[in-house]
């Protein structure tokens, strides 16, 4: 099955420092959504930017969407080690009716 | 209550049991899914039921029997499983589906199949 690809696949930072992490798709999308999942449990929903936005906040996160160059990028600011967790992206590259996931960035924040 | 609850949330399993694994969601959703995760994979879709009739099926082993029983439930009925369909098994739920909405997840269901 077709998945998206987002980079890096680990990124270990300090407490306070900001993280930034990729996700790209091959095709068009109408919605890219980004999740965070914490241990292995259960995805939660951050944001979800539509095709024709360039920009969202929630927060301390901002998530960017470049159409042209086919990429998204999650920025979390001053990070906290509860951020440490797993990052998803996901879009409709493919279909209207499910979604296609990246394959992850696993985030350590060191105290 | 923006909750998805999901029972058992571990579950140990020998190759000839038979087991279910259950979902409950109170938010109104008319869609409602399951996904199976690897460690350290993306979640991947399994089943998908709108407005209680199973939408999508991805080519999934009939050893994973779906049930929508109503608009608030979601079961996965399981049945002579191998040991490499040990993973999180996660139920989501979303107004109407599609992919404009976002989902919400239980937090699963950790399947080990000895």
């Known amino acids: 099955s077709q998945q998206g690809e987002e980079d890096p696949q680990a990124l270990s930072i300090q407490e306070g420092e900001n993280a930034t992490m990729n996700c790209s798709y091959k095709t068009s999308i109408n919605n890219l959504q980004w999740y965070r999942q914490n241990s292995g449990r259960g995805l939660v929903h951050l944001i979800l930017?539509?095709?024709n936005e360039r920009e969202k906040h929630s927060g301390r996160l901002r998530v960017t969407l470049d159409t042209s160059k086919k990429s998204s990028s999650l920025l979390i600011t001053a990070s906290r080690a509860a951020d440490t967790a797993s990052y998803f992206c996901a879009t409709d590259e493919y279909s209207n009716y499910q979604l296609i996931w990246g394959a992850g960035t696993k985030l350590i924040i060191k105290p | 209550d923006t909750e998805v609850t999901q029972t058992p949330k571990h579950l140990v399993m020998g190759m000839t049991n038979k087991k279910s694994l259950k979902c409950e969601q109170h938010m109104g959703h008319r869609a409602m899914y399951w996904y199976k995760q690897k460690a350290k994979k993306p979640p991947e879709l399994m089943f998908v039921?709108?407005?209680?009739?199973?939408?999508i099926n991805e080519s999934v082993p009939s050893r994973f029997s779906p049930e929508c029983p109503n608009s608030s439930l979601l079961n996965l009925h399981l049945h002579a499983l191998q040991p490499e369909d040990s993973a999180l098994y996660l139920c989501a739920s979303s107004p109407q589906g599609g992919t404009n909405e976002k989902l919400f997840f239980g937090s699963g269901t950790q399947l080990s199949v000895l």
């Open positions: 930017i539509r095709s």
């Open positions: 039921y709108s407005y209680e009739k199973l939408s």
